[in-house]
């Protein structure tokens, strides 16, 4: 079993930065990917950014140039850093781990809202 811990969500005017982070434990392999995906309510859950445990990345369009994903190996924890923000970003972030070979896993969820 893999838990995943999130922080870092809250309310933050249009233009302006949060970091979110993700603390994983429990039997993570040591290859895997780490992620953030979004839900906003009425609409489906969506990737933000992806991370490999070598540092691969991947974000999708709505993504590139405002957000940055990074992690450390070393406490299993992925960070997202979120600049520029829209209103449109307003949704509930949830954290994945997906292990290699194994299980993918979701975390709770920490809302973000963005005020215009």
């Known amino acids: 079993q893999v838990q995943l811990v999130e922080s870092g969500g809250g309310l933050v005017q249009a233009g302006g930065s949060l970091r979110l982070s993700c603390a994983a434990s429990?039997?993570?392999?040591?290859?895997?990917?780490m992620g953030w995906y979004r839900q906003a309510p009425g609409k489906q859950r969506e990737l933000v950014a992806a991370?490999?445990?070598?540092?691969?990345?991947d974000y999708p369009d709505s993504a590139k140039g405002r957000f940055a994903i990074s992690r450390d190996n070393a406490k299993n924890t992925v960070y997202l850093q979120m600049n520029s923000l829209k209103p449109e970003d307003t949704a509930v972030y949830y954290c994945?781990?997906?292990?290699?070979?194994?299980?993918?896993?979701w975390g709770q969820g920490t809302q973000v809202t963005v005020s215009s």
């Open positions: 994945h781990l997906r292990n290699y070979p194994g299980y993918a896993y």
């Open positions: 429990g039997s993570i392999t040591s290859i895997n990917t």
């Open positions: 991370i490999t445990s070598g540092g691969s990345t």
